[in-house]
């Protein structure tokens, strides 16, 4: 197997969503009479066995993979999560991560940490409990999703990355405290444009907060600069203060969007190859798997989604594509 070039776009990164359940609905995962506690998860036998991925990921690094992401639903509930970390991390030297929304990270840091992961992403879209809980509908606190990041740092699962989607008329007045609570700690907040990910979040251009706007009001309070990307593909534009008190991150999806450079595929939790997070179907490689098909065989079928791909769904943003049945967050992974 050869490294995947198309165009000039490398594949460097897998998403693998581990597990579709969730225990809280973001603003991508609304509402909620569809993901209620009556929603219908997927069956455990159609989900990708820790021993199936782990040859999904042994061929997806030999065709240029360097970074895998654990994500979900929410990757801390799929049970023994710590058993796939290892087999991941004996791969070779991958830059394995987690999203999570930090609701178990307190009590699961150690393990994964000493599993092989080595570092998390942790969403949190507001310090205020009022306006966490509004967007989430969750029953914890905020401080428990702090006191998880805290963890994550003890055991050295760093450098944190924090993710903070904004959305107009639920928490843009909060930019500005996250701003100055992460700032100095070492954590880089990252502010993400609210995207009309799957089809059921009720989307409007209208609830963007674009990315210019949250550079400048942070500016005015607490000046910025720009710093240069570290890879082509990086998706968040970096900032860092001219006091030295760190960086945050935009990723403007939206409004500045960069599909031309995108190098990420995703893997769902039944299988399913996606080349797009605005996807409308996906490639079955589960079958692949269970069907007997060699390694060179499923590199193959990889090889030849990725080098036909022609997606661009953010540059291609409009009335036409708004009413396309796109894969929920949820099942796609973050």
């Known amino acids: 197997m050869t490294p995947l070039d198309s165009l000039g776009r490398p594949l460097h990164d897998l998403r693998i969503s581990v597990t579709d359940r969730c225990n809280f609905r973001c603003v991508y995962c609304m509402p909620k009479e569809v993901f209620g506690k009556g929603y219908q998860f997927l069956p455990r036998d159609q989900i990708l066995s820790f021993e199936e991925i782990e040859r999904l990921v042994r061929i997806f690094v030999a065709l240029g993979v360097e970074k895998v992401r654990l994500t979900g639903g929410e990757p801390t509930l799929r049970r023994d999560l710590e058993v796939l970390v290892a087999k991941l991390a004996a791969i070779g030297d991958l830059d394995l991560t987690l999203t999570t929304n930090g609701s178990l990270l307190a009590e699961k840091a150690r ?11 942790v969403s949190l879209d507001s310090l205020d409990d009022a306006v966490f809980r509004s967007m989430n509908d969750v029953d914890f606190p905020v401080a428990k999703v702090l006191a998880g990041i805290e963890a994550a740092q003890a055991v050295g699962l760093g450098p944190i990355k924090i993710n903070m989607v904004t959305k107009r008329g639920l928490n843009e007045a909060s930019v500005l405290p996250m701003a100055r609570y992460f700032k100095g700690t070492g954590w880089t907040l990252r502010f993400i444009e609210f995207m009309d990910v799957g089809h059921s979040n009720g989307w409007r251009l209208d609830d963007v907060v674009p990315a210019k706007e949250i550079v400048a009001a942070i500016d005015r309070e607490m000046p910025l600069e720009p710093v240069d990307k570290d890879y082509r593909g990086e998706v968040a534009d970096r900032y860092r203060y001219k006091d030295g008190g760190g960086e945050i991150g935009v990723i ?83």
């Open 252 to 334: 403007a999806s939206v409004t500045q969007p960069f599909c031309a450079d995108c190098t990420r595929a995703r893997l769902s939790a039944d299988g399913s190859l996606y080349t797009c997070l605005f996807a409308t179907r996906g490639t079955d490689l589960r079958a692949l798997v269970r069907d007997g098909s060699t390694d060179d065989e499923i590199a193959a079928k990889i090889a030849a989604v990725w080098t036909g791909r022609d997606d661009r769904y953010s540059e291609l943003r409009s009335a036409q594509t708004e009413g396309l049945h796109k894969i929920e967050m949820s099942f796609i992974g973050g």
């Open 111 to 121: 393990g994964l940490k000493d599993a092989g992961l080595k570092r998390v992403t």
